[in-house]
């Protein structure tokens, strides 16, 4: 029901900043929790983003608390991830997913739409 796919993946020094976006169709985008995970080869999907639909609150993974922003422009159905100070170790494929609700918003499993994934490489 809901179609998801993100851009604005790329190679930066670390230090150096992206955007990424999610773009959003198939359901009243309004009415969905977004979120943003990332994986690295061998690495659980990691939680590092997510913005309520209600009233726009988020929360953020430890990792990046001060250095990424998450946001939401429901006029053009799109979700971005700011991503400021980066650093190697945030190297991975980064992921935005979808969910009618807040339940375990920080686990991927309770999300029910994908992506199809944007890599984002941090160099020293």
């Known amino acids: 029901q809901v179609q998801l796919v993100e851009s604005g993946g790329g190679l930066v020094q670390a230090g150096g900043s992206l955007r990424l976006s999610c773009a959003a169709s198939g359901r009243t985008f309004s009415n969905l929790v977004m979120g943003w995970f990332r994986q690295a080869p061998g690495k659980e999907r990691e939680f590092i983003a997510v913005?309520?639909?209600?009233?726009?609150?988020?929360y953020y993974a430890d990792s990046v608390k001060g250095r990424f922003t998450i946001s939401r422009d429901n006029a053009k159905n799109t979700v971005y991830l700011q991503m400021n100070s980066l650093k190697p170790e945030d190297t991975a494929v980064y992921l935005c997913a979808a969910n009618p609700t807040l339940a375990r918003w920080a686990e991927a499993r309770s999300y029910g739409y994908w992506g199809q994934g944007t890599q984002v490489t941090v160099s020293s």
């Open positions: 913005i309520n639909y209600s009233d726009s609150s988020t």
